[in-house]
């Protein structure tokens, strides 16, 4: 058996057409959707990633401003550039890229940002409503990783959803929002003593660690779906996952690659969710 490979890719070309026409629409009504990207220091891979969204916004139409500061800005002139932007008309969206410098606090920074322009779903009251079922902006990644397996077809109502990771951007969320659909959910990481007798539990895998082939065909399900958060550049410069794929695919029964997979569809729900912002704010 080989597994069936989710595109994600694909899926993510798919929603943007709509969510082009969706900006095309308010841009008629006097609202053109903005994001405002904070990019701090100078680390090649946060770099490229703030390109890619702004290629992303160019594609959709939403207008993006660049903000970059050097490494050593201090927390209160980044916090002042933030509560400026939480008042721009022109912006609906603010992410700022994470990591940020040691001597800045990431959940002062978060904390910062306007709620209802907090479009990676990351401050507090969006993670708190998220967790009561309230509307909220949900976390990228989470988001488009449940998208994917729903626009598979995979059902999730009763399936045992195994997380690996618990990080406060994927992995605790993600599970949330599959238990929001009536997964059974667990949550292993790096203290989980046999991660396989566990993992090979899952119906439904999702693997958010940051370690390049963590998980080999020992840790699958025959039949089982694989999501791979994964993504770890490799010393020959390429980008692999935290799963190995090629020897996965013959266990598994759906997975997603890396590059192409979980990535394109975390940056088409940010997409999403400044448009959101955007007809939200114009409704006010
Ligand atoms: N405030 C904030 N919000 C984020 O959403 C955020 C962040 N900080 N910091 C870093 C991580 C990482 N992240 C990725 C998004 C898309 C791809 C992506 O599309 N990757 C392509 C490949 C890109 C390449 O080749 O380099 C793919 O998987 O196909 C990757 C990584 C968002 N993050």
Redesign the pocket.
């Known amino acids: 058996m080989t597994a069936q490979i989710i595109s994600?890719?694909e899926m993510a070309r798919t929603i943007r057409t709509a969510l082009a026409s969706e900006a095309a629409r308010l841009k008629a009504d006097g609202v053109e959707p903005g994001l405002a990207v904070i990019l701090v220091g100078d680390d090649p891979?946060?770099h490229?990633?703030v390109k890619?969204?702004q290629k992303a916004c160019a594609e959709v139409g939403i207008r993006s401003f660049l903000y970059t500061f050097p490494a050593a800005i201090d927390e209160e002139t980044l916090l002042a550039k933030i509560r400026e932007l939480n008042v721009d008309p022109a912006v609906h969206g603010i992410?700022?890229?994470?990591?940020l410098p040691d001597h800045i606090c990431e959940w002062s920074v978060i904390e910062t940002i306007a709620p209802e322009k907090d479009v990676?779903g990351?401050h507090p009251i969006n993670v708190g409503k998220m967790m009561i079922g309230q509307r909220a902006f949900l976390p990228?990644?989470p988001h488009g990783i449940l998208v994917m397996v729903q626009s598979a077809g995979i059902d999730i109502a009763g399936k045992h959803v195994v997380v690996v990771g618990r990080s406060n951007?994927v992995g605790k969320p993600v599970g949330q929002l599959f238990l929001r659909e009536h997964a059974t959910v667990t949550y292993t990481h790096s203290k989980t003593p046999d991660l396989a007798a566990i993992t090979r539990q899952a119906d439904i895998l999702i693997v958010a660690v940051g370690k390049a082939r963590l998980i080999g065909p020992e840790h699958i399900k025959p039949g089982a779906v694989v999501i791979d958060v994964g993504?770890n550049?490799l010393e020959n410069g390429k980008?692999c996952g935290d799963v190995d794929f090629d020897a996965v695919k013959e266990v598994a029964g759906y997975m997603t690659p890396?590059?192409?997979?979980?990535?394109?569809m975390?940056?088409t729900m940010?997409l999403h969710n400044t448009i959101e912002a955007a007809r939200q704010l114009a409704a006010k």
């Open positions: 994600g890719t891979a946060s490229s990633y890619g969204k992410l700022v890229q994470l990591p990676d990351f990228c990644t951007i993504v550049r980008l890396v590059p192409g997979g979980v990535g394109p975390t940056i940010l």
